[in-house]
């Protein structure tokens, strides 16, 4: 069964103690298996598993630096792996 594309989305001005705290939250929930993102939009939980890819870019110019994360990872890429292929005419 496909899983409908759900996404999340959250764009605010924070310091620096708010964003380590939302950090650690993240970083809680991925030790967990399971982490919700939310606000007064709109929800989404995710459930990392296995091996995650992890992206880390950083940028600076004269006025503006940023600092971007990604983890990504494929549900169900063990299990696809584990399926066993059969070929043949006989039924």
Same mark, same amino acid.
């Given at each position: 069964? !496909?899983?409908? %594309? !759900?996404?999340?989305?959250?764009?605010?001005?924070q310091d620096a103690n708010s964003i380590k705290a939302i950090l650690k939250a993240i970083t809680t929930g991925l030790g967990k298996g399971k982490v919700v993102l939310s606000?007064?939009?709109?929800?989404i939980i995710l459930k990392p598993?296995?091996?995650?890819?992890? !992206? +880390?870019?950083?940028?600076?110019?004269?006025?503006?630096?940023?600092?971007?994360l990604r983890v990504s990872w494929h549900a169900d890429r063990d299990t696809? %792996?584990?399926? %066993?292929?059969? +070929?043949?005419d006989k039924k």
């Open positions: 069964m !496909k899983q409908i %594309k !759900k996404q999340f989305s959250h764009d605010s001005l606000d007064d939009q709109d929800e598993e296995g091996l995650l890819n992890l !992206k +880390v870019s950083a940028s600076q110019d004269e006025d503006r630096s940023s600092l971007t696809a %792996k584990d399926r %066993k292929l059969i +070929v043949g």
